[in-house]
């Protein structure tokens, strides 16, 4: 099965944009464990037949938009939640390429 | 029921049960004429509303303002309901105890040492409170469902893509359901008939529209063929609740309903709670990678983009949910989805099979909601291999994977605490699920616990 | 050619839509900073993707025109990752399964004809514009949510020529077909380009460098010189190649690189959960296909057969579509095809670059000079200045009502003045027996001038010959 070490969970942490401590990454390890235990339950069906469901229904649909414009913001409620803006823009430290 | 009263209500109890996040000075009402004219209703935090904090429960929102209106609460303005509170709920509706929020826990009205039930807890609260006539939630594993087990209420989840979820902070998209509570039948059937809709900003709503069923089903039992979940029962060892079960499939039987027995496979059960974190944690993971602190939410200040995020989501979200998302984030990995993600998503298509084969020449499935009522506050997620957390606690999540309707209406009390009766039935089919559970109430007759609030 | 070079392009192009590809908020280039965006587009909680109509019949007309296979239920993915200008943290795509697969388009280079196979072709969103200052990043999500296309073809192209002209040859046709207006300069075409070398008739194929940020198809085959350059001196002194994301570099002509593509970033794509498999339907698709005007290869067809125009201007006018939609204006009013695309071509062309030439004259206009000219109304000195007055905005009639421009034609007229002329140059009577025909021409215009540029030239020319015949 998958190894998920702390080298894995401190990685994986990065990559979602976030840190956690030494304790918080020992329950992530503990919470594996069930988690493994419980996918040996899963890996004991038997899915070779068996289509994924990615939707509850698979029925197709044919509804697309009309490209009409009617649905748009207010500069102001546009902005009034971004923590800093400065002439009608987001503004954010210099990203560099 | 006069908004201004439920007003005076939520305030009285918050304190004690911290079910609300906001509670508006003066009831919101858009429309005085309309089917729900007198309602008083009361709205889950993750359902966005123009110019009023919205926060999913969670710190990294707990400064947005809504910029528009999620679609059902324009359908229920537009039929005259006012609005009184924003309530609380598990972060970002992830969790199943009401512990969660971050304005701390929720406590159960009827005994505040025990929870409510999450993730819609501060919803539920309220109604068991009698503050509210409907109270929002939305139902991703049971989070409508099961709360309204431990609270004695009436919690529905119609079909997937019956009420627009356009404007809910989603969960995990192809299992988040809009569900709601109120305190009867009846009043269930008239919530959805306004909420119900096909929505041009939501594209999985469905284009098939809900028939008339106020004025149609009658709650007469007879001829109704009923099935019994039993592995659920099987595996509930509080003797209490099989006996209050047992006793409403006597009633049944009573009013000549045709009362079977479903046996799905045990191996394949108990494979819905896993089935269901792979899936969960891994579209939450996805939802809610716009929550960084850029253009929206609690930013942390930072050197660059990236220091803003990690700084804003690490203070922003709690242990749990930065827990669920690395799980997420794993099973979502290349080299990992054949064997999580998509294994999941395989067994999510056995598992429908077997609810769909138990349903098809019956009108109903049901089971307890719950094995037993509201937990302890402090109680842990008990032994979560076992196969009563594995499949008597958590059967429901069945009608998210299908999509099927499914509703939890009060089946008695113990020991003075509520528990509930979960009833499943046909995609779209909401008419019989109604009309079973009309008559199911009319049969258990079920007498409200006095709260300790 | 040192060595085999393989270059495969990637094309963004954005949709000639009114809105955006998943919202009804309006698509707009060089409007005020988030003046065009909802909360869909900025990412807020609690949003759904809705997908627009044109922007689906927009992206099959481009598979149709390019022989693209379509795909006939639509299925879109998430591709996830963190970034200032993602407002979603993950862009919607069609990663598994690509509106059209395994296209073609031919290109000329060097009179040769060429076949470009076009891999695939999907709709995605664009992204958030960021606006890089010295201190801070400025993010205007105007941008976010545009309808794009991604066309990607094979790695069929073998030198920068033949990069230039699947780029110029593709745009011509996305132009034309109304799904884009592919101004690069505008960031509606955008092209990054894979380039490799490999050892000659080898079959194993070098380490793919990619070159992002052209921002002109001249910059392309600018761009390609020097990479093929500085791979081959890599190559030539035994260094490897490094799989990295370069740009061109306009000051010291060679490319730069950008930043080393890591081990490649993970996007864990899955199937995006809010948009079902939606079908495009028969009636869509033939409205799609209905939709498509005529592609530059048949216009050409039809320019050169039905207007008997000769190639080479056929030619310019295809590569104008301004202009050729100006003839095709024109045209309507007058049946001198030639005649109008000469005086396109060498008068028309040369005024200042527009849209819409009917902002110069008017098509009706310009329709009635044509057939002015062609009925020797006036004649081609006097038509350069009625062109010039029309240029300011006055009808042809009316001007040459105001300057007295007058064709004479009648024969006593100009006999007078051709008698006249060969009295003044007795010399051109002797030319003209000597076999110097040119005498013609020297006396039609002594003629010209003697009529104050009013006389008919061709008739002239005409009488001329008979009278020097006579003698």
């Known amino acids: ?97 | 029921m006069d908004a201004n009263k439920s007003i005076e209500r939520l305030h009285q109890i918050q304190q004690q049960t911290n079910a609300c996040i906001t509670i508006f000075e003066k009831p919101v009402q858009h429309k005085k004429e309309g089917k729900l004219s007198n309602w008083s209703v009361a709205i889950k935090d993750n359902f966005v509303m123009k110019d009023v904090l919205t926060t999913a429960g969670s710190t990294i929102l707990s400064n947005y303002i809504g910029v528009y209106d999620a679609t059902v609460l324009t359908k229920l303005a537009d039929e005259g309901v006012s609005y009184v509170a924003k309530t609380a709920l598990d972060e970002l509706g992830m969790g199943g105890s009401g512990l969660t929020c971050f304005t701390g826990p929720t406590k159960n009205p009827l005994d505040l040492k025990r929870q409510a039930g999450g993730s819609s807890s501060g919803s539920a609260a309220v109604m068991a409170a009698n503050a509210v006539d409907l109270a929002l939630g939305s139902d991703t594993g049971d989070s409508v469902r099961k709360p309204a087990s431990y609270c004695g209420v009436v919690g529905v989840k119609p079909t997937y893509g019956r009420i627009s979820r356009y404007g809910v902070i989603p969960y995990a998209s192809s299992l988040d359901h809009v569900g709601y509570f109120t305190h009867n039948v009846m009043d269930s059937v008239k919530a959805l008939e306004v909420m119900a809709g096909f929505d041009l900003k939501d594209p999985t709503t469905l284009i098939q529209q809900l028939p008339a069923i106020s004025n149609v089903i009658t709650g007469d039992l007879k001829g109704k063929k009923i099935a019994i979940f039993k592995n659920v029962i099987d595996h509930i060892d509080k003797v209490e609740t099989k006996q209050l079960f047992e006793q409403v499939i006597d009633a049944c039987k009573q009013q000549g309903a045709l009362v079977s027995e479903v046996v799905m496979d045990e191996k394949l059960l108990k494979t819905m709670l896993p089935t269901y974190y792979i899936l969960a944690n891994c579209e939450a993971t996805a939802n809610h990678a716009n929550l960084v602190g850029i253009n929206f939410g609690l930013a942390q200040d930072g050197e660059d983009i990236y220091d803003i995020m990690k700084k804003s989501r690490t203070h922003g979200f709690n242990e749990m949910i930065r827990r669920r998302f690395v799980i997420g984030s794993f099973g979502l990995k290349d080299e990992n989805q054949e064997e999580l993600y998509v294994k999941a998503q395989k067994i999510r298509r056995l598992l429908v099979d077997q609810l769909s084969k138990a349903l098809a020449d019956v009108d109903v499935l049901i089971a307890p909601a719950s094995s037993d009522v509201a937990p302890l506050l402090e109680s842990d997620d008990a032994d979560r291999l076992s196969n009563k957390h594995l499949i008597s606690e958590n059967h429901m999540v069945l009608g998210n994977f299908s999509g099927f309707p499914s509703m939890t209406i009060p089946m008695g009390n113990i020991n003075s605490l509520p528990i509930g009766l979960n009833i499943n039935a046909k995609a779209m089919d909401e008419q019989t699920m109604f009309d079973v559970a009309l008559g199911l109430e009319k049969v258990i007759n079920y007498k409200k616990v006095k709260g300790e609030v | 050619m040192k060595r085999d070079v393989v270059i495969g392009i990637e094309v963004h192009c954005e949709l000639k839509t009114n809105t955006k590809m998943f919202s009804g908020a309006p698509v707009g280039f060089a409007q005020e900073p988030n003046t065009c965006v909802n909360e869909i587009d900025l990412g807020h909680p609690g949003t759904l993707p809705a997908l627009n109509k044109e922007a689906v019949k927009l992206s099959i007309m481009a598979c149709f025109i390019t022989g693209c296979r379509i795909d006939y239920l639509m299925r879109f993915d998430r591709k996830n990752y963190y970034y200032s200008d993602l407002p979603k943290g993950f862009q919607i795509t069609q990663q598994f399964y690509p509106l059209g697969k395994d296209g073609s388009i031919s290109i000329i280079v060097d009179d040769q004809e060429i076949t470009i196979g076009i891999e695939r072709i999907h709709m995605e969103e664009d992204t958030a514009k960021q606006f890089h200052m010295e201190d801070k990043t400025l993010i205007d999500y105007n941008r976010a949510g545009t309808p794009l296309i991604e066309i990607v073809s094979k790695p069929d192209m073998r030198s920068a020529k033949q990069a230039k002209a699947y780029v110029e040859t593709l745009r011509n046709m996305l132009l034309y077909a109304n799904v884009s207006d592919v101004k690069m300069e505008e960031g509606s075409l955008r092209c990054d380009v894979n380039i490799s070398l490999k050892e000659k008739g080898s079959d194993t194929f070098g380490t793919k460098v990619e070159i992002k940020n052209l921002n002109s198809i001249a910059n392309i085959e600018k761009a390609i010189d020097a990479e093929i350059i500085r791979q081959n001196e890599l190559l030539d002194n035994n260094e490897p190649i490094i799989q990295q994301t370069r740009r061109y570099d306009e000051a010291t002509k060679t490319t730069i690189a950008m930043r080393d593509k890591e081990a490649a970033l993970d996007y864990r794509y899955f199937p995006e959960p809010n948009i079902f498999p939606t079908m495009i339907t028969d009636a869509l698709y033939q409205e799609a296909i209905a939709s498509i005007p005529l592609m530059p290869d048949k216009k050409r067809q039809m320019l050169i057969e039905d207007y008997q125009l000769k190639e080479v201007d056929a030619d310019i006018l295809i590569n104008n579509k301004a202009l050729l939609d100006y003839f095709d204006d024109v045209i309507v009013h007058t049946s001198s095809a030639t005649l109008l695309c000469n005086w396109l071509i060498s008068e028309v062309l040369s005024l200042e670059a527009v849209h819409d030439y009917n902002k110069h004259i008017p098509a009706e206009d310009f329709g009635r000079f044509i057939n002015l000219l062609k009925d020797n109304k006036i004649n081609s000195k006097q038509a350069k200045v009625v062109f010039t007055h029309m240029l300011e905005k006055k009808k042809p009639d009316d001007i040459i009502k105001e300057l007295n421009m007058v064709v004479i034609e009648d024969d006593n007229l100009l006999h007078l003045w051709i008698l006249q002329a060969i009295d003044n140059h007795p010399q051109s009577v002797v030319d003209y027996k000597n076999g110097k025909d040119r005498a013609v021409g020297f006396l039609v215009g002594q003629v010209m001038k003697l009529s104050k540029g009013q006389a008919n030239p061709a008739k002239t020319n005409q009488l001329v010959k008979e009278e020097l015949n006579k003698r």
Not at chain 1, 74 to 87: H, R
């Open chain 1, 1 to 97: 099965m998958k190894t998920f070490n702390k080298e894995d969970i401190l990685v994986l942490a990065n990559e979602l944009q976030f840190t956690l401590n030494d304790n918080e990454i020992k329950n992530i390890e503990k919470e594996f464990e069930v988690l493994l235990v419980q996918l040996q339950l899963m890996n004991e069906i038997d899915t070779s037949d068996t289509k994924k469901m990615v939707y509850p229904f698979d029925a197709p649909i044919a509804y697309l938009r009309t490209d009409k414009s009617d649905h748009v913001l207010s500069v102001e409620d546009a902005l009034k939640n971004a923590p800093k803006t400065k002439d009608g823009y987001v503004i954010v430290p210099k990203v560099v390429k």
